[in-house]
């Protein structure tokens, strides 16, 4: 069974640009999450997608924006790009509707912006 | 709001030692637990996970972890580590209060364990 798979691995964009990036689900998992890593904040909870819908977001900045297909398959963007905004941005999935019986980490797509 | 504390920021140890990350969590209502791994340049993989019942819950690679309501804990255990458990590890909460706890998992710092031989 293939694990949430996230591209691009590795991304440099310059300050000002935006970027996508895309998070493919386990097979029949419909719940996606985002995360963004730093060193300084640890992880924090971007937003949660469930079957197309927006259901939870976080304490971002609406330059940070993400949406959920029909196949569940995610992408986040992120616009006006600014030096803080590098970061590890993990991807998680899972199955139930509600209780959070076990979420599933892709490995990440690592950002740098210069 | 739900906060967790992992209340080591580093745990050095020997190989073959036993050891104990340490976990405490706040939340005005039932929670899950989880502990997760992250290696180097990896994303987070899951130990093991609280959600009901025996408070004492078995995870991978010989983990274990404790549920303690009255003290909010829920600290990990290894027996006997290895080199190969040198990572971060990472303690999250999740509520079961729908809403806005969808798809959120509050995260601690992390607890860097190094393994030295």
């Known amino acids: 069974k293939a694990g949430v798979t996230q591209t691009p691995r590795y991304l440099i964009k310059t300050r000002g640009q935006q970027v996508t990036l895309s998070c493919s689900p386990i097979?029949?998992?419909?719940?996606v999450s985002w995360y963004q890593q730093t060193p300084g904040q640890g992880l924090q909870f971007l937003f949660e997608?469930?079957?197309?819908?927006?259901?939870n977001k976080g304490n971002f900045p609406g330059r940070f924006s993400g949406r959920q297909f029909s196949n569940s398959r995610s992408e986040m963007n992120v616009s006006t790009l600014e030096l803080g905004d590098s970061a590890l941005y993990l991807c998680a999935s899972q199955l139930a509707e509600t209780a959070p019986y076990g979420y599933t980490f892709g490995s990440g797509t690592r950002l740098t912006v210069v | 709001a739900q906060s967790v504390t992992q209340l080591d920021s580093q745990v050095p140890v020997f190989e073959e030692a036993p050891v104990e990350l340490r976990c405490n969590y706040s939340s005005s209502v039932s929670v899950y637990l989880f502990w997760y791994v992250q290696y180097p340049n990896q994303g987070l993989q899951l130990l093991l996970k609280?959600?009901?019942?025996?408070?004492l819950v078995k995870g991978i690679n010989g983990f274990e972890a404790e549920f303690n309501k009255s003290q909010t804990s829920f600290h990990l255990r290894k027996p006997s580590v290895h080199i190969s458990d040198t990572a971060e590890y990472f303690c999250a909460v999740s509520d079961d209060a729908g809403g806005t706890s969808y798809g959120k998992l509050t995260f601690g710092q992390g607890t860097i364990l190094t393994v030295h031989p």
């Open positions: 609280y959600l009901s019942g025996s408070t």
């Open positions: 097979s029949g998992h419909r719940s």
């Open positions: 997608y469930f079957s197309e819908t927006q259901r």
